[in-house]
């Protein structure tokens, strides 16, 4: 049947309001991803860091079944004083790899294949647009990072008692705070690359490219001037460096803590600048 031959009439159904409506993008970019069952037991893998952390806390207030094992309740009664700190990084290495095996294809496919006009010219803008991509990844490294860290320390409150709770609740704000600055740094990255990269193994390689040479840059800079001036351009110390601050640790920048979150903010930025130039309903061909 030809198209003028078809009857058509308008949508009855239910309409999504105006406000949730970034979030189409969301729930079928999260559909593609769970696809594959490789990411799925990958992603599942990712909890194994927590997971171990429960146990280990469980354990260290468990003494009486510890002692018939020998010399493993000593070990585990210090499990609590340095497990949080660990298990931070434990936590962003596996989300790290989960934003840079689910970031490239979100916005490289629909600038690739001539969707971005299409879809901006729905009821969606592009701060929409940015916005329902973002949270896909935020939904995806939520469960595996600040989530299951703030229920370990809930699960330690809950057996170390209130006063360890009082003495400690730095811990529970440097997971949150720190896992928050994480995602949003990682997740403005990743966005950046995909629309900048069409190719999704390239993206990839840029992505871990990024960390590696800031680095080494950051590392030769310091080597050079003998300060630690080039910690403005390592990426992942000035990240470290801001958790570290949040539990109380010495961090390993010798840069005061404006000079670490100037880092992270410059990168959003720049994140943010790439996006709002790459992301056009119209492309000019020359």
């Known amino acids: 049947m030809v198209v003028r031959d078809r009857g058509w009439r308008a949508w009855d159904g239910p309409v999504t309001p105006t406000s949730r409506r970034f979030l189409v993008l969301t729930r079928f970019a999260l559909k593609d991803v769970f696809e594959s069952r490789v990411f799925l037991a990958f992603y599942i893998l990712c909890l194994l860091p927590s997971a171990a952390a429960v146990l280990a806390i469980y354990f260290s207030h468990n003494t009486q079944f ?170 992942s110390r000035a990240i470290e460096s801001v958790v570290l601050r949040f539990f109380g640790a010495v961090p390993p920048s010798a840069l005061p803590s404006p000079a670490n979150w100037l880092t992270l903010a410059a990168v959003v930025l720049g994140g943010l600048w790439v996006l709002n130039i790459k992301l056009r309903a119209v492309q000019e061909i020359r």
């Open 66 to 235: 510890l002692e018939q094992f020998g010399g493993l309740d000593s070990w585990f009664a210090k499990a609590p004083d340095w497990i949080f700190l660990h298990l931070f990084g434990w936590q962003a290495m596996p989300a790290f790899l989960v934003a840079v095996i689910v970031t490239p294809p979100l916005i490289a496919a629909d600038v690739g294949n001539n969707a971005l006009g299409v879809i901006l010219a729905r009821a969606i803008s592009r701060r929409e647009y940015v916005l329902g991509k973002a949270a896909v990844v935020f939904l995806l490294l939520s469960p595996i990072t600040w989530i299951p860290g703030l229920l370990t320390f809930s699960l330690q409150a809950l057996l170390g008692g209130g006063q360890w709770t009082i003495d400690n609740i730095r811990i529970a704000v440097a997971f949150f705070v720190g896992h928050l600055v994480w995602i949003v740094v990682v997740t403005t990255l990743c966005l950046a690359v995909s629309a900048w990269i069409r190719l999704a193994a390239f993206s990839r390689g840029a992505l871990l490219a990024i960390f590696i040479i800031s680095a080494v840059v950051g590392r030769l800079v310091n080597g050079v001037t003998r300060s630690s001036i080039g910690d403005l351009l390592h990426l």
